[in-house]
């Protein structure tokens, strides 16, 4: 049996041009069936049919009030809500969006290779990865360090990379709870390479599979 994914990648200010590559990423992933939108009215009807939410590289405000209502419901009554990259960069208007995601999009550097520190392998997005993981990525800063707030999957090492602005603790990837419902957020997945890269597919798929309690990360 499937799961069903609501994909999400409405865009108000930057528009990624790996998008249309990220969401046929999503819908070749193992276990999934995606249903894919870019119409606030997505958001509008009810969620309690899917999975996960996920928001892939959506940018600026993208929901209508009664969309924000019914994802604060969906997420508080236990459905699974995941942000790839961009999703940082979404809804700076809207407190609670902040707060759901852990935290919000500041800045990054130029487009680079760069080293990610996996500090929990214990998480299905992270336990197939090495301990220090080359990849190439923005790299970015966020308004405020989320550490304390969220478990802290992976972190960037800003020494292998130029122009990063957190310092020593620069928290990359991370999950939380929210109410009876699990958020997972990557801020990796700017460009159609990464969509195209095996080890942050299944990064990808194991974010999706914890936040919507699938399989061995149902409990």
């Known amino acids: 049996m499937t799961a069903r994914l609501l994909v999400y990648t409405r865009t108000t200010a930057y528009r990624h041009d790996s998008i249309p590559d990220a969401v046929t990423a999503v819908r070749a992933l193992d276990g999934f069936t995606v249903d894919h939108s870019e119409d606030p009215a997505a958001l509008e009807a009810p969620l309690d049919g899917y999975a996960a939410v996920v928001f892939l590289s959506t940018s600026g405000e993208v929901l209508t009030p009664a969309g924000r209502e ?100 620069h928290p990359l990837v991370w999950c939380r709870e929210e109410g009876a419902g699990r958020v997972f957020y990557t801020a990796l997945g700017h460009a159609s390479e990464a969509y195209r890269d095996p080890g942050f597919l299944a990064h990808l798929r194991g974010g999706i599979t914890w936040a919507a309690r699938l399989g061995r990360d149902a409990q």
């Open 70 to 169: 019914r994802l604060t419901g969906y997420v508080g009554a236990g459905g699974g809500f995941v942000g790839v990259h961009a999703a940082a960069c979404t809804e700076y208007d809207w407190p609670y969006y902040g707060e759901l995601l852990g935290a919000r999009f500041d800045r990054h550097p130029a487009y680079q290779p760069g080293k990610a520190v996996i500090e929990d392998h214990d998480h299905s997005a992270t336990r197939h990865l090495p301990t220090v993981w080359d990849f190439t990525d923005e790299w970015y800063d966020f308004r405020t360090n989320p550490r304390g707030r969220v478990r802290v999957l992976a972190g960037a090492d800003e020494s292998s990379y130029e122009g990063g602005g957190m310092g020593a603790d």
